[in-house]
């Protein structure tokens, strides 16, 4: 039985559920700043690694800030443009590693998308990141469920982060769809994922388990209209929803 606490008026004719990858998709993981950038920089600038990793750092933090504040997207090369050291993709080998363990998918993940599947809806993702699309697909790939996905956004690819309106209407278009209203979004942040999904007229539901980061804490918490405890509930939550739309 899913724990939930459902809030609001139902939607009329849901069709799709949107999904958040990390911290939502993927359990929560605190990583060390510090760490990921030393990691790239004993790589792209050996010469000056102690510098250029906190250069790199503060670069990440300012590019985290600018999509916070001003919803704008940023990619790993911006984040070595702005730290002065220089880009080059076979660096990121180490730096991926670095990330792995955190970057598996919950194992409610492929048990959920395969019913939300069965029942008819698209399945889609919206990840505020720096990383290329490749990696996500990786990662994807790797667990098994790549392949029932019907859309994903990756905000390196397009010019605004979440919460932007503009960033969830990529999402909702990328399964095909024109209408937020018919879509349900996913998430584990009240600024980028549930305020960000209801001011783009999404229903939304909230995982509450990550440990955000203060830095990336908006200026507005968002009110969701359920609670997930964990993601398995995400399909209750959405069936009552579509069940009470056929009672109408």
């Known amino acids: 039985m899913a724990e939930a606490v459902p809030t609001g008026s139902t939607p009329a004719n ?6 958040d990858w990390g911290g939502t998709l993927t359990p929560w993981k605190t990583i060390d700043a510090e760490a990921e950038w030393a990691t790239l920089a004993r790589l792209a600038a050996p010469e000056r690694a102690e510098e250029a990793a906190a250069a790199l750092s503060a670069a990440a933090t300012a590019v ?5 504040d001003e919803h704008t997207s940023a ?4 984040v070595c443009s702005l730290a002065g050291v220089p880009f080059d993709e076979e660096h990121f080998a180490d730096y991926r590693d670095f990330w792995e363990h955190a970057t598996y998918t919950d194992g409610d993940v492929l048990p959920l998308f395969s019913q939300l599947k069965v029942e008819g809806l698209k399945v889609g993702v919206l990840s ?13 790939r790797r667990d ?11 905000t390196s690819e397009i010019p605004w982060t979440k919460p932007s309106p503009q960033a969830f209407q990529a999402a909702v278009e990328a399964v095909g769809l024109t209408d937020p209203a018919s879509c349900v979004y996913v998430g584990d942040r009240l600024f980028d994922d549930i305020w960000g999904a209801k001011n783009a007229g999404m229903r939304a539901i909230h995982v509450p388990h ?17 609670v997930a405890e964990r993601l398995a509930h995400v399909h209750d939550i959405v069936a009552a929803w579509r069940s009470g739309e056929k009672a109408d």
């Not at 849901?14 to 999904?19: D, G, K, L, S, T």
């Open 128 to 140: 505020n990141t720096i990383w290329p699309r490749e990696w996500h697909e990786s990662y994807f």
């Open 210 to 226: 990550s440990d955000i980061p203060r830095v990336q804490v908006g200026h507005s918490e968002g009110e969701p209209d359920a």
């Open 144 to 154: 098994g469920v790549l392949e029932m996905l019907d859309g994903a956004v990756y």
């Open 14 to 19: 849901i069709e799709a559920v949107i999904f």
């Open 75 to 78: 990619t790993l090369e911006d």
């Open 64 to 68: 985290w800030t600018r999509s916070r």
